[in-house]
């Protein structure tokens, strides 16, 4: 058996733990050197992040990629409390792809607060420092004598004011100070209040650009025929019907990649407008070879999964103590078996990426979750030199992961090689669910048992699932388990005895990273067993859960700088928090069920409890009357924002745990829009409430917290109606709701 | 090819396209209107959704030809600066998230109340449960939509 430590989440790896993160005073190119007049100077730049004009209006660069959770704000926010800039003067921007360090348009894992948050302060301070110093020097008095006051630098003596705007052209001559204190936290302003979205109005009146409504001179479209099963290949393609059809230009073939993207071979129509690509696509008459991948097919593949559920786990994750295996289920032990989909990230935006080719450079236009990446790899497998190739981000219609993959952006080259002019490729709905790294199927084994005397002794998980490292690093790859662990190291709740181990089941489909990834496919099988193991033994689910929790000490997670902090307490205190908002200990109307679930998302800082109430309206036929969330995320930067995505995370979990689904036969993926691969629907949100714990502990994540919990809560509610569903999602497994 | 006169927003605009092409991709590609997105193609999402004649239709399933010379309205002609009581009651509640839907989901609601200003819970369920939000704004569409009934039957 091969032993691996904790993993952690592989975009947390590209970016911060490689040296990456934004640098301040990170001087832009063209600027002048410190010390001199500048004449007619228009704006002060200190640094990559801010630009103070003569008007007094505050551009704020925004590294991480806006897709609806809210770093447009959030991420100003934080700059703009130590500026001490009048909020309703700043402006944000995306900052121009090279204008920052490596990593610093990496936007995943629900990382840009928690990793940017001191040195956005940090370039905030810097900037208010430096215009403090400039009206001190105006002023001819001691910087000690000035305040920095909402956009504007005070004189503390005298109250005499000075706005930003015309301290520019002197604070652009001052030095960049070294070092700068930072606010303490009881003097934020902006910090903590509720913002409304930077881009509110644009989005309102329609203005604002997504990378699909951009346009590049010249432009022509395209529309792809991929190939319908993984590692096939492209036999023929007779275009001649094609041809016929108004605005079509050319057709264009290409071959696919390998890992990381797994590209498909494709054939692209090129035309004059994305409509008539895609009426000629209609008339192409294409032979694949689709080689031995269209023996893939989802029922076999957790068939495979069950079996293989019983039988040591390949690689051990964790190991605390003696487990031992349960075969047969007795008064003192229990064993489920849960199981979970394959799921698409179906993001409103279809997918969509422009690119040029010219010559020896490529520039490209589009939203990407992961650039640095994509450049990389764009530049191996379309044979550019990385310096060449030109990179304009745009703002994402969605994005749970899904432009963290970025095989859209090398096929797009692909085709940008074989014209010219600028190309861009639209996925139609179908391409989007048929053909994405999908969060990986998961089948889970869990064995617990306990004393006579009610202790719980022994906890075992077994994780089998789809890797998506072997998809991305290739079947060498060092941790086929990672992000796909179980309880690990993390492992919350005080049991003596603990043993994990994953084992991957191959599969010819790609996977890839879906909002929450791993602690979504981990919450619902341990959240559900522990409520399980409570009704086994005749304990309350709650109180027992807490009597695991409650006053255990917080515990290193992993060695070294890269360990991780878990606070049992922290789980306990949301739960209570969910529990006592929803009235768990108040009777209940007849056929009125409550459940809860828990959890840490440890690698963004985060802790978040769902407890759900439903009406039981006939058998298997329930109503979810009222949802509630609590979460403890340390700071909270803007409450509006964290309340969207905890909004947000309860509609599409309750996709996942009520509908969500792709299913694969003979290679190809059957699900092909919205018809059947059902979103969650406006009559179907049910009324939510969220509520925060107070805190003063460095901001965490909030993008993926508001999933994981989702699920169990719902299942252990219709558990304690008399159900216990251990397979999403609930439609396959004859419920229906209302 | 055929030539189509088409009003969007109080404007005319003649165009130069297949008849079929769907108004969706005429307002988008050919007049550089945006703000109507695309999101299914096939009526499956209300990502599209336009005012024909002050009634909501999904654009990517009205052809040039059939628009041509009715009355549409965009996202862009809905007010000057945002100020439309629907976009003001969106702005209110804070209703977007990536903001993707967030047109079509306006869209929908004026078209809704332009045929009735006081529909009952039932008949918003079933005219909104059409346009498809992934971020799940679900819960803030519902209460910026009471508002504004609220606010056009004072
Ligand atoms: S694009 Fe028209 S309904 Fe989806
Ligand atoms: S706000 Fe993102 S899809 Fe609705």
Known sequence: MKKVSIDRRRFIKLSTLSGGGLMIGFMLPGLPSFGQTIPDCEFFQPNALIRISKNGEVTIFVARQEMGQGVNTSLPMIVADELEADWKKVKTEIAPYGSMANGAHDTGGSQSVLTDYTTLRKAGAVAKAMLVAAAAKQWNISPDKCAADNGTVVNTTNMKTISYGELVCVAATLPVPAEVTLKSPKDFKLIGKEQKKSNLKDILTGKAKFGIDLKVPGMVYASIERCPVLGGKLVSVNDSEAKEVAGFIKVVTYEGTGKPMHVRPGVAVIATSFWAAEQARDLLKIKWDVGQGYKANTVELFNTMAVRSKQPAAIEKFKKGTVNPIKIASQNSHIAEYKEPFLAHATMEPVNFIAQVKGDNCEMWGGLQLPDWTVNQVAADCGFKKENIKVNLAMIGGGFGRRLHFEFAIEAVKIAKQLDTAVKVIWNRKDDIRFQGYRPANYHRLEASWSKSGELQTWYHHVLSTSIAVMTDGPQTPDPSENQGGAMADFYYKVPNVKTGYTNVDFNINRGWLRSVEICMNSFPVESFIDEVARKMKKDPLAFRLSLLDGREMFLVGEGPGAMKQYPQRIANVLKLAAEKIGYDRPRKKNHFIGVATHSFIFAKSYAAHAIEIELLGPKNFRIKRVVAAIDCGIVINPDGLKNQMEGGLAFALQQALKGEITIQNGKVDQSGFHNYQLLRYNEMPPVEIYTIASEEEPGGVGEVGLPTVAPALCNALAAAGYRPRSLPLKNEGFSWG | ?154
């Not at chain 2, 052809?63 to 009651?89: F, M, N, R, W, Y």
């Not at chain 2, 369920?125 to 004072?154: F, P, W």
Request: some cysteine; aromatic content about 4%; overall charge negative.
């Open chain 2, 1 to 154: 090819m055929a030539s189509f006169q088409l009003s969007v927003n109080n404007k005319s605009f003649s165009v130069e396209a297949e008849p079929d092409m769907p108004l969706l991709w005429v307002l988008r590609d050919m007049l550089d209107l945006t703000g109507t997105k695309f999101g299914c193609g096939v009526s499956a999402c209300g990502a599209c959704t336009v005012l024909i004649n002050d009634h909501a239709m999904r654009s990517c399933q009205v052809s040039v030809k059939a628009a041509a010379g009715q009355t549409i309205t965009t996202i862009e002609g809905l007010s000057e600066d945002g100020t439309h009581p629907v976009q003001k009651a969106w702005e209110k509640v804070a209703v977007p998230q990536c903001g993707y839907c967030q047109t079509g989901q306006m869209m929908t609601v004026v078209g809704l109340l332009k045929q009735n200003k006081r529909p009952t819970e039932e008949e918003i369920d079933a005219v909104m449960s059409q346009n498809l939000c992934r971020c799940g704004t679900y819960h803030r569409i519902k209460e910026a939509v009471h508002q504004v009934i609220e606010e056009i039957n004072k």
